[in-house]
């Protein structure tokens, strides 16, 4: 891939991921929450719903890809595979937090080959995962000790713990020895799954 095309697939996996990733800056226009940077918008959002945003935002993609004036055959036709299989990827789970989980992790991953290129450096994939997978973990066990306290407390944190029980799978994949692909995604759909159990735990 050289660099042009890099950057090109690098804005289309962007634009991709834009569509499902956290909006914490977006406004939600709703009366109770005027100024919506927190919780993100896609918890309140359906498959249904984020699917249609991918897919009105592929096309759009799609159209510029193939208008392009700077953009050789090969380039067009390069950029357009790695958009049909981040869209792939996208249509092959059914979870508000695997789309979003899974939009970003390529993203990211587009991103971080894009910068390599750029530097003429190669990739470190492994550092990246487990500074991720890091991080993650810190922030699942702050969310597992606060819904002990919930619990303890009285609250009914069972939807809590089922998204925590589903981080925790994840992390593990995140952790184990599957591909770069498999465990960066793991780790983003982790998060998402915390950040759905955060949002409940602050709405009790």
Same mark, same amino acid.
């Given at each position: ?54 897919? @009105? ?68 994939? @492994? ?38 029980? @589903? ?38």
């Amino acid at each position: 891939m050289n660099r042009r095309t890099a950057f090109l697939v690098a804005g289309v996996a962007a634009v991709v991921a834009l569509t499902v990733m956290p909006a914490v800056a977006e406004d939600a226009g709703t009366a109770d929450r005027p100024e919506r940077r927190y919780p993100p918008v896609w918890v309140d959002q359906s498959v249904d719903q984020l699917r249609a945003r991918v897919a @009105e935002r592929a096309e759009d993609v799609e159209e510029r890809i193939a208008n392009s004036p700077r953009l050789t055959d090969g380039q067009k036709a390069a950029a357009l595979e790695n958009l049909d299989e981040a869209l792939e990827e996208i249509a092959g789970v059914d979870e508000p937090a695997e789309i979003v989980g899974t939009a970003t992790s390529r993203q990211q991953l587009q991103r971080i080959e894009w910068r390599a290129i750029r530097n003429g450096e190669t990739p470190d994939y @492994e550092r990246h995962i487990a500074r991720d997978v890091s991080g993650a973990t810190l922030r699942y066990e702050h969310l597992t000790t606060i819904a002990s306290w919930a619990e303890v407390a009285g609250r009914d944190v069972a939807a809590v713990t089922e998204y925590l029980d @589903e981080a925790s799978v994840l992390l593990e994949i995140a952790g184990g020895d599957g591909t770069v692909e498999t465990r960066h995604d793991a780790v983003h759909i982790a998060r998402a799954w915390m950040t759905k159990a955060h949002v409940t735990l602050f709405a009790m």
